[in-house]
């Protein structure tokens, strides 16, 4: 599951389902001449190569001479896009609009401007059905340049409509382009900073939204100004780790879809954002009747075959959903069967090795890691934990990178690993310190595991007690509860307490809470 360091052109062939390759296959026979056939050679090696190898694909292709190579790879890589543009002209409205422009611009060129006009009309109310603002702007501007050109005796009206519906479209695409902006800087905000630290954390964030929502030039009004509108809470209130209203507008965000269901396959990629909002907020404010069948809807939505067969929807679909249901099973305590998804998981991520970022691969492999713990199988845990602490990229989300270490802490004390421990203490002490992350929670399980191994028997129940209240306390410390978002480390207390597992533990909570729903 490690991230892969690839060529482009590599990863793009990767990409291609079967039925790709073949039509690949069968455009390239069709233009095969001459020189081409070093570019088929080069597709037929890429294609079988599991890691891209440069020095094997020239001994392989002796046809193509190391000066070639670049060349070469430039003709594939657009071939291969032309190819994908054509087969996905049914599956993307944007592409499928598009085309239909560069037909009415070469209709202009070609002095046919009625032809260019009537075809542009066409796209135009696609345009509008389908709430693509930014390529309605460009049809009207379109439109506005051919009227110039082609004089009718509807010319005066025509040109007033033009000029109004131009300024219409104009002031929407400006309204939309400070709403995504707004959605996004809120996102970026997010994915730097994780969830508030301090209280100077929570009162730039406020200032910020409070600013840049004020600058806003109106209140939403269509469907992607009220969409982007929704995101940017969303995340404001995600940063503050206020789930309760990252829910409520995460229910905001899906209801838009269901107002404009056929939107949803126009926009999937927002609509499977807005899913995997609505069940992590669902998660973590323990709404789980109403969290088991979003994660229904959701798996419905993936299987659903209105739905375009993406690469993008495959990968954002398996994101969400199996994030989802190892959450279902850390809520219920059933590790030793959520470990039964990870074949599935191991499969899925393998097909889509390629396309996977390094930051979905870090929560998957802690996600992994905490259903190996939860079943007291600490060693595989490690295995999952090590992955994360080797990987140096700057853009890994750090808070994950700091409970990696701790876990993995735990692990090794309950591993009776004693003197390894003692050595991975201080390694995650510094760790910490440099990540600006050493906070109250951590500095007591660091304090907490340096000591625990050499407590007499009769001392360390004391000693579990004692800071089990303390964790128990600051739990509800707004400033306190981030650490207890990614590690339960209240349930592996009581554990050690009652001298039962983790899995047993967070059962028995699990049943507590159906009994008081029921």
């Not at 007499?456 to 303390?470: A, D, F, Q």
Request: charged share 25%; glycine share 2%; aromatic share 14%.
């Amino acid at each position: 599951m490690a991230s892969l360091q690839t060529d482009n052109l590599f990863k793009l062939i990767k990409s291609l389902s079967k039925a790709e390759k073949r039509s690949f296959k069968l455009y390239s026979n069709r233009i095969n001449h001459g020189e081409d056939t070093k570019f088929i050679k080069l597709f037929d090696i890429l294609d079988k190569q599991l890691d891209y190898d440069e020095t094997a694909l020239l001994r392989k292709a002796t046809e193509i001479k190391p000066a070639q190579l670049s060349n070469i790879k430039a003709h594939l890589y657009k071939s291969i896009l032309s190819v994908l543009r054509l087969n996905n002209l049914n599956n993307d409205i944007d592409i499928a609009l598009h085309q239909q422009i560069d037909y009415a611009k070469i209709l202009y060129n070609r002095a046919l401007y009625g032809q260019s006009l009537k075809i542009l009309e066409k796209v135009k109310q696609q345009a509008k059905a389908t709430s693509q603002q930014i390529i309605l702007y460009e049809i009207i501007e379109i439109e506005k340049l051919i009227e110039s050109q082609y004089i009718t005796n509807s010319l005066h009206q025509r040109s007033e409509e033009l000029a109004k519906e131009s300024e219409q479209v104009a002031k929407n695409a400006n309204n939309i382009t400070y709403f995504s902006n707004f959605a996004l800087k809120l996102y970026s905000f997010y994915l730097r900073t994780g969830y508030i630290r301090n209280k100077r954390d929570a009162l730039y964030v406020e200032n910020f939204f409070n600013t840049y929502k004020k600058e806003l030039p109106t209140d939403p009004e269509s469907f992607l100004d009220k969409l982007y509108y929704y995101q940017a809470h969303v995340w404001y209130h995600l940063i503050l780790q206020d789930f309760v209203n990252v829910y409520r507008y995460s229910v905001s965000w899906i209801n838009l879809f269901a107002q404009n269901p056929s939107l949803k396959y126009n926009h999937s990629d927002l609509y499977f954002k807005g899913y995997g909002n609505l069940l992590n907020s669902l998660y973590f404010i323990g709404k789980y009747k109403r969290f088991s069948k979003a994660i229904e809807k959701l798996q419905k939505f993936t299987q659903d075959k209105k739905l375009a067969n993406t690469v993008n929807n495959k990968l954002l679909g398996f994101k969400y959903l199996y994030e989802s249901l190892i959450n279902k099973h850390f809520i219920q305590g059933s590790f030793r069967e959520g470990i039964k998804l990870i074949p599935e998981i191991d499969e899925q991520m393998q097909e889509l090795k390629y396309h996977i970022d390094i930051n979905w691969q870090v929560t998957l492999h802690y996600k992994i890691a905490c259903l190996y713990f939860g079943a007291d199988e600490h060693r595989k845990a490690l295995s999952h934990l090590n992955m994360i602490i080797q990987m140096e990229e700057e853009s890994i989300n750090k808070d994950i990178q700091s409970f990696a270490r701790i876990l993995a802490l735990i692990c090794y004390y309950e591993l009776g690993d004693v003197d390894f421990l003692d050595y991975q203490v201080k390694s995650v002490y510094r760790f910490l310190l440099k990540q600006d992350d050493l906070y109250k929670v951590q500095k007591i399980i660091i304090k907490f595991l340096k000591t625990l191994p050499y407590l007499s028997p009769e001392t360390t129940k004391e000693k579990i007690n004692e800071h089990l209240k303390v964790f128990k306390k600051l739990q509800h410390d707004p400033f306190e509860k981030r650490p207890f978002l990614y590690l339960d480390i209240v349930s592996w207390l009581e554990s050690k307490i009652q001298k039962r597992t983790v899995e047993e533990v967070i059962q028995e909570k699990w049943a507590n809470s159906v009994k008081r729903i029921y």
